[in-house]
């Protein structure tokens, strides 16, 4: 057998009935190897040729061993195999609302969600939580994802941070704060010639593959940029880039699109243009 199987063949209905029958042939001749096993299967079954059989066997392994083998919950326990293990790219899109992430899908798998009784209206409960469930997983892959992405942006400026440092002259090496606090309002700590010497220059690190270009502000960094003033800056990393471009931003550049708390309201969170009046 392959040990690897693409997402394509894994997530279709030929696999997914395949390995219905491997494992009620499994279940009555636990006794047999896995090659006379799928002969067995072949042999006896008409419509095995029609089915993938070795995708099936490598679904078998992502799939709870006591899930039922009919109707509704053995469908939706393939999918939430598939989708755990492979992390199609689409699966992302499941924290968009049930409809939104299904016109998205080609024809095929469309069908695969329709069979797993997965679009039924009105929406039983049972089916809200398994979509909840799911939904919740595809929020941590993205959550992940951006967690990468931010760090991969924070050693840039690690990166870009060095060099400066040896271009304007100081022997010191910038230190990456963030990593190890994430309430202390800037991610780096690096340093500048100042009037009376070496001052320490804070930098908050963004990252941004949206357009047009913005990155998000919090009321925590915000605090930190009005209380540290001319020593703070932003390094804002436009990822869309094959070379991610960097845009550098002074906090009396961010502050005209700060918002102010107003009656009882107070703001946490900010989306800040990087191309404006800068």
């Given at each position: ?7 394509e063949?894994v ?19 636990p ?17 095995a040729?029609s089915?993938?059989m ?7 392994g992502l799939?709870?061993?006591?899930c ?8 939706q ?6 989708l ?30 329709a ?8 929406t ?5 939580t ?20 931010g760090?991969?942006?924070?050693i840039?400026?690690?990166e ?8 304007v ?12 606090d994430?309430?202390a309002?800037?991610?780096?700590l ?8 070496i ?9 941004t ?10 009321r925590n960094e ?13 390094h804002?990393?436009d ?19 700060i ?20």
């Amino acid at each position: 057998m392959t040990a690897a199987i693409s997402t394509e063949r894994v997530f279709s209905l030929p696999c997914f009935e395949g390995l219905r029958l491997f494992r009620k042939y499994r279940a009555s001749h636990p006794e047999l190897p896995l090659t006379d096993l799928l002969a067995l299967i072949e042999s006896v079954e008409a419509d095995a040729h029609s089915l993938d059989m070795e995708a099936s066997v490598y679904l078998s392994g992502l799939v709870e061993k006591d899930c039922p083998l009919d109707g509704h919950l053995f469908y939706q326990a393939c999918i939430k195999g598939v989708l755990i293990k492979h992390q199609p790219i689409w699966a992302k899109l499941m924290r968009q609302g049930r409809k939104r992430f299904v016109k998205r899908l080609d024809r095929n798998d469309q069908d695969i969600f329709a069979a797993a009784g997965l679009m039924e209206s009105p929406t039983p409960l049972h089916v809200v939580t398994w979509w909840d469930s799911v939904s919740g997983y595809a929020r941590l892959l993205t959550d992940h994802e951006k967690m990468e992405q931010g760090r991969a942006a924070e050693i840039l400026s690690l990166e870009h941070e060095r060099k400066r440092l040896k271009e304007v002259g100081i022997d010191l090496e910038p230190e990456w704060p963030g990593f190890d606090d994430n309430f202390a309002g800037y991610d780096v700590l690096s340093y500048d010639h100042g009037n009376a010497g070496i001052v320490n220059r804070l930098i908050e690190v963004k990252f941004t593959t949206i357009s047009p270009l913005r990155f998000i502000v919090t009321r925590n960094e915000w605090n930190k940029a009005v209380q540290a003033a001319e020593a703070y800056v932003f390094h804002i990393w436009d990822m869309n880039q094959a070379a991610p471009v960097l845009h550098i931003r002074t906090v009396a550049e961010v502050a005209p699109h700060i918002p102010t708390d107003s009656g009882r309201g107070t703001w946490t969170n900010t989306q800040v243009p990087v191309f404006t009046n800068f």
